[in-house]
């Protein structure tokens, strides 16, 4: 979050006081714009903040994305008297009915497409992340390594290939191979570890 000097009206988002024109506030786009003292000083109430912006944002692109799909069917299902009359469909010739109800109908493919981009797009956005997230997956892909990692036993590492475990460090692992090639010693992130099928 940063500083800033508020140039529209406002409200908090924590505690709802007015913000005035001209007054400090800690701001940041994702989050919001608080009060001084009333930003969020932990990764949870950051992530809670976080989330109660992306849900609305979210909620909007399925409505917005529903719309669309409902204009779309409604297109698509018109005319149904001559939807499968396959002479009026596959007749030669340019019969301008005909031309506006394909226009139409791709307008309505199009919609459908974006409605689909916007209902993942809202899925995306449910998904908030804050700083130290990634930290905690790695810590926990290293303990799930940890629990049956041994020395002496052959692994896959992601960027090395296969090697025998040396040395088992608290992050890393001493992964060691003498082959016809050459000899090699790399530590390697516990997290890029694999056993050898």
Known sequence: MRKIAVKYTGSCSKCGADLPVGGQAMYEKTTGIFCLGCEPKDSEETRMFRQQKADRK??????????????????????????????????????????????????????????????????????????????????????SVRSWLQVGMTVNTAHFGTGKVLKINKNTAKIGETGQSRAYTVNVELSFITKVE
């Open 58 to 143: 979210a909620d909007r692109l399925d409505d917005w994305a529903s719309k669309r799909v409902q204009t779309a069917n409604q297109q698509l299902n018109s005319h149904p008297e001559i939807r499968h009359d396959w002479a009026f469909i596959t007749q030669p010739g340019h019969i301008p009915f005909r031309a506006r109800m394909f226009k139409a109908d791709d307008r309505a493919f199009e919609s459908l497409a974006k409605a689909n981009s916007m209902r993942a797009r809202a899925n995306s956005l449910r998904n908030v992340r804050v700083k130290g997230d990634a930290d905690k997956r790695r810590d926990a892909r290293r303990e």
